[in-house]
């Protein structure tokens, strides 16, 4: 990364390289973030797996809550034999095994996307619009798999909205799933962006470890239906929601300074108080 001292001594770079703390970048990560999608979503999609492979397996909404705390959805399963079916035994090694089981779940996800019953949250595509317009890079770091990504962002309002990210770190292409900071990290070095150049957005305990520990300390939470008692400790701003105009935002953590919503100008201040100028 770029030292102070770099930036004092190289003039001509200076020009060319903006100052370490002025916003850049909006970085989301997916699943309770840009949609609620893990009740309706993929907790449906796993239970239709199972089903699909015959058997009795069935993830209930206060079961799925627990299973949550591992990210990943194959991990996810791995988890769930190991506690919930001990005994479970199957012809193939279980690796094979479980990553059949998740290639349908990815299928009946991605068909669930495709019907529409789950929009985009509050707020996110005003956001999304808003720093679009004003120059901002955008990018997603998420656990979930990128067909996922690709069919909630294909199932929007917004007609080629997956091409406003211009990087997208999904699913497997890091060693380790958040709370990790690895795909933060591939996110930022893809970005070519120090940290102090960022806004993070979570839903989730395990996303604002993760952010935090990838040094994105200019963070925002916007709870979601599993998340709400969940520890945010470090977050600088947690909300119920983005929020629209007419549909204000509530904030847990943080101010709204007088906003019905998170805009941007609440975002660069935001941003400011988190990364004054000349900090790194
Ligand atoms: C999201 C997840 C994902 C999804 C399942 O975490 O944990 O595992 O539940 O996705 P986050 P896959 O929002 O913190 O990124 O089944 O595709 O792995
Ligand atoms: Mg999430």
């Known amino acids: 990364m770029y030292s102070a001292t770099f930036y004092c001594f190289e003039p001509q770079l200076r020009e060319v390289l903006p100052p370490m703390s002025e916003l850049e970048a909006l970085i989301f990560d997916v699943d309770g973030t840009l949609a609620d999608t893990e009740r309706d979503g993929h907790r449906v999609a796993f239970n239709a797996a199972f089903a699909d492979a015959g058997l009795d397996w069935h993830w209930s909404v206060p079961l799925y809550g627990q299973l949550l705390s591992v990210t990943g959805g194959k991990e ?53 619009c808003e720093a679009r317009d004003a120059g901002l890079r955008l990018a997603i770091a998420t656990t979930t798999t990128l067909e996922n990504v690709e069919a909630l962002l294909s199932a929007a309002p917004q007609p080629g909205l997956m091409d406003w990210f211009e990087v997208i770190a999904a699913g497997d292409v890091v060693p380790n799933k958040k709370p990790a900071p690895d795909i933060y990290e591939l996110v930022l070095r893809q970005l070519g962006l120090s940290p102090s150049a960022c806004i993070a957005f979570e839903d989730s305990d395990n996303g604002v470890r993760s952010a935090l520990a990838a040094g994105l300390n200019a963070l925002v939470v916007t ?51 988190v990364f004054p100028s000349g900090s790194k």
């Open 76 to 128: 996810r399963i791995a988890e769930y034999l190991r506690v919930h079916q001990p005994d479970f035994r199957c012809t193939e090694p279980l690796d094979e095994f479980i990553k059949g089981l998740h290639r349908r779940k990815t299928e009946h996800f991605v068909r669930i996307m495709g019907a529409g019953d789950i929009p985009l949250r509050s707020g996110v595509l005003r956001l999304l």
């Open 223 to 273: 709870v979601s239906s599993y998340t709400t008692a969940q520890d945010f400790s470090g977050a600088a701003l947690v909300v119920d929601q983005l929020g629209e105009p007419d549909q204000p935002a509530k904030a847990m953590v943080g101010k709204l300074a007088g906003r019905g919503c998170v805009d941007l100008d609440l975002l660069r201040a935001l941003h400011q108080s």
